[in-house]
């Protein structure tokens, strides 16, 4: 078993070259983030960030061409999607997808029960389930009926990234992966996904946030703020790299990539 | 054996029995409908994809036309558990039981009143004028194939429900015909006829479904009258035998503001067609048809949707999800008509297709034909697997592939499950399909 505690990484990505349809997408990232952590991941469109939490989830598509991955001290690339799922990865997605017919609450009771036997927790009887969906929907204030509803489908955007986060609070994941969770999202939603975020937040697990804007950092205040530039990490600072962002924008970056 | 007989030998050596034992009986006019049915069923013979046949175009009913299929003259000895055990059944229904086309009365319920429920056999013998009205008086019979023809020619038994003006009724009547084909290959012609008076609401459910895996065949027909404001809510079930020929029909005449909703679930035939026709012949009418089928091993099934809006302002949906397992085909042709001054019509078709197997095909053909202004009209056709963001979406959050394949798989077919507003229906149907959904894994 390892020992989750502080300062101790919990992903660990090594020179990654990850390739879509033999185009280099990310091009050497290097990157460790501790269990405790928040990191920010910055940058322009298509600059890879999506890319970078995509392929830490498994997404098939991708190639990686070069680099290695260790998530607690695992090689996380050899895992399939849901095992890493089980060990504790989640993936809030850019573009949640609609699964018609699959009802939400049936769809999140399997996928508690596939992460709890993995961890050889007792599967939770359906009142035992109720109780806790019914905590984490209250965490970003979602209608009671929407778990009834097949997923996602016909939520609005900002029901759809709630979703999410929902998910994730009911998963309890060790990495956090946000992908542009703050995109498309108006100044309640986004409070409402924030504080969600914050509620999850513990020394026990680790963010991983990709935005585009720095908006979001306004809610939830990150430890490292990392800025990739086509396809690799340009620059690595605190908080305040976020802000300077804000005011010059990236292109003050990409000419200084450029010199 | 010499091959002497020609094709339909049998349905003539059978016509005349019938005809000299119990259409001596019958009142003239039904006589001589019959008669006529059965001129026209020998000018038709049974249809072929030859000749431009365009209804019948994916489907090949030579395997009807070889079998040797006597009239079943008497049903077959079942029992009531043995019906129960398969048969989709609530004490809380009008339940009216067919055995090999034949009414059996001990197994039945009865209504008189404000909904009349009775044998057609029953009714004819009575000299019901609700029947000589109704019977082969629904729309398009002009263009019937020889199917329709022969069932009018073999006119014998069925049902006649009579919802009168206003009434809404209590319950669901349930037509129940059940096959046994275990003593030989017969074949049964059940007629119901639904007449919904205005403003009436009436739910009907008919079961068709065998007993045994026999060779049988059933081919039937269901004209439905809606006047002006009535609603009707229409399931009708394909659980036949795996060796069984199915045909049918449904033939539905809608006044103004009548409401038409229908949902058809096929599971097991051998070989099953079902023809569907709504004419929209009033303003403001509305129809909603969804279907469900799941095919496997090497069924064919065969949806045949016509929708003609007559009239301005009226609207209908078709909806139809299949499932394609083995070898196994499918065809779904749904056409909608607007025909000259259906202004304002509203209208869209669709038709999903998961398709499971390599060797399973589905030929989908959805069609408008539009000769009015001012309306709204959509369609499409899908046929495929599930798409890898999907399963993608699902794995990340802990599934495997099997456990995310069954869930898209059975949330496919439930959309249309869901629908059933009949709780009792609801569960037969969701026990039927869902527990014999495939386990399979998507794979990419």
Known sequence: ?259 | MTQTLTKYQQYETDYKSFDDSIGSGQPEWLRSMRLSAWSRFQELGFPTARRGNEPWKYTNVGPIADASLALATKPAQVTLDQIKATAPWDDSWLNMVFVDGHYVSEYSGSASGNVTVTSLAQAIANGDELVEQHLGQAPQFEEADGFVSLNTAFVRDGAVLHIKQGVTADKPVHLLFVSSGADEATVSHPRVLLVCEANSKATLIESFVGLDENVYFTNAITEISMASGAELQHYRLMQESEKSFHVGSARVQQESDSVYRSKVFERKVGLGRFDLYTNMDGEGSSCDLKGLYYTSGSQHVDNYININHQKPHSTSRLYYKGILDGKSRAVFGGTVYVQPGAIKTDSRQEDKNLVLSPDAEVDSKPALFIYADDVVCGHGATAGNIDQDTVFYMRSRGLDLEAASRQLIYGFADEIIEAVEDDGLRQYLEKLFLESLPSYKFEF
């Open chain 1, 1 to 259: 078993m390892t020992q989750e505690i502080k300062n101790s990484p919990v992903l660990e990505v090594i020179d990654l070259h990850v390739s879509i349809e033999d185009k280099e997408i990310l091009k050497g990232v290097n990157l460790t983030v501790n269990i405790g952590e928040v990191h920010a991941i910055m940058g322009p469109n298509g600059s890879g960030k999506s890319t970078l939490a995509n392929v830490l989830a498994g997404r098939p598509e991708y190639t990686v061409t070069g680099g290695q991955v260790l998530y607690k001290g695992m090689d996380l690339l050899s895992m399939l999607p849901e095992l890493r799922a089980r060990e504790g990865i989640f993936l809030a997605f850019q573009y949640p997808v609609e699964l018609p017919g699959v009802r939400t609450w049936q769809f999140l009771k399997a996928s508690v029960d596939a992460i709890r036997q993995h961890r050889g927790e007792k599967v939770l009887s359906v009142r035992e389930f109720d109780k806790l969906l019914d905590e984490k929907r209250e965490i970003v204030e979602m209608d009671t009926d929407l778990v009834k509803r097949s997923v996602n489908e016909g939520f609005s955007g900002g029901e759809k990234k709630r979703n999410e986060i929902m998910q994730m609070a009911l998963l309890d994941p060790t990495l956090a992966l946000l992908d542009e969770t703050d995109s498309g999202l108006d100044i309640d939603a986004l409070r409402i996904v924030s504080e969600g975020v914050n509620k999850v937040r513990s020394d026990k697990n680790a963010f991983v946030l990709v935005t585009h804007y720095q908006r979001i950092l306004n809610y939830i205040t990150p430890d490292y703020v990392h800025v990739l530039v086509d396809g690799s990490i340009v620059r690595s600072g605190g908080r305040e790299l976020a802000l300077e962002l804000e005011d010059k924008g990236y292109e003050w970056l990409r000419d200084q990539v450029a010199v």
